[in-house]
T-cell receptor, first 117, second 110 residues
Framework: GAVVSQHPSRVICKSGTSVKIECRSLDFQATTMFWYRQFPKKSLMLMATSNEGSKATYEQGVEKDKFLINHASLTLSTLTVTSAHPEDSSFYIC?????????????FGPGTRLTVT | GQNIDQPTEMTATEGAIVQINCTYQTSGFNGLFWYQQHAGEAPTFLSYNVLDGLEEKGRFSSFLSRSKGYSYLLLKELQMKDSASYLCAVPSGSARQLTFGSGTQLTVLP
């Protein structure tokens, strides 16, 4: 149980284009999902907290107009990188917390490797 | 805010025991997580400590001292596949979002 999927697993796009990454909780409902970014050999950096049915909460320094987050259902959150640039190339990981669980445990997706050329 | 410290790198020999330390400073405490992450993959859950003491789970054990703001992950009978990054993380805030330490890259040598 507690499986989170991400799609796509890898994507290459050209500068100036937009890319959408999907995060789905497959066997549980998640009112809260999280989006992280990870650079090579670095730790996970929280970008934003995605709340079902409301606006996402962005961490300091993360541009909300560049990283659009939509959490339209209890099992799906999307991250859209708009007008992508090479510096946006990174490993993006989502996680989700089971709405029925009282713990803080998060279940992680397998990640999406974004390369902007 | 949260501040989490752990060593950047560690090296150990196959079959040995290694202890990875993590110190934290946080406003309010809601437990501490340890995750394992292989390169290019998502983190996988190892342990969650909310009370003081040692919790053993097979070859992996995790210890917590809330008064000292200190935790460690103990790996026994090391195997080559244990070479990975080990991340400690603490939840905080209304959404209990995780703040991760920098990660400890463990290399297991034959």
């Amino acid at each position: 149980g507690a499986v989170v999927s991400q799609h796509p697993s890898r994507v290459i796009c050209k500068s100036g284009t937009s890319v959408k990454i999907e995060c789905r909780s497959l066997d549980f409902q998640a009112t809260t999902m999280f989006w992280y970014r990870q650079f090579p050999k670095k730790s996970l950096m929280l970008m934003a907290t995605s709340n079902e049915g409301s606006k996402a909460t962005y961490e300091q320094g993360v541009e909300k107009d560049k990283f659009l987050i939509n959490h339209a259902s209890l099992t799906l959150s999307t991250l859209t990188v708009t007008s992508a640039h090479p510096e946006d190339s990174s490993f993006y990981i989502c996680s989700a917390r089971d709405r029925t669980s009282g713990s803080s445990e998060q279940y992680f997706g397998p990640g999406t490797r974004l390369t902007v050329t | 805010g949260q501040n989490i410290d752990q060593p950047t790198e560690m090296t150990a020999t196959e079959g040995a025991i290694v202890q990875i330390n993590c110190t934290y400073q946080t406003s309010g405490f809601n437990g501490l997580f340890w995750y394992q992450q292989h390169a290019g993959e998502a983190p996988t859950f190892l342990s969650y400590n909310v009370l003081d003491g040692l919790e053993e789970k097979g070859r992996f054990s995790s210890f917590l001292s809330r008064s000292k703001g200190y935790s460690y992950l103990l790996l026994k009978e090391l195997q080559m596949k244990d070479s990975a990054s080990y991340l400690c993380a603490v939840p905080s805030g209304s959404a209990r979002q995780l703040t991760f330490g920098s990660g400890t890259q463990l290399t297991v040598l034959p």
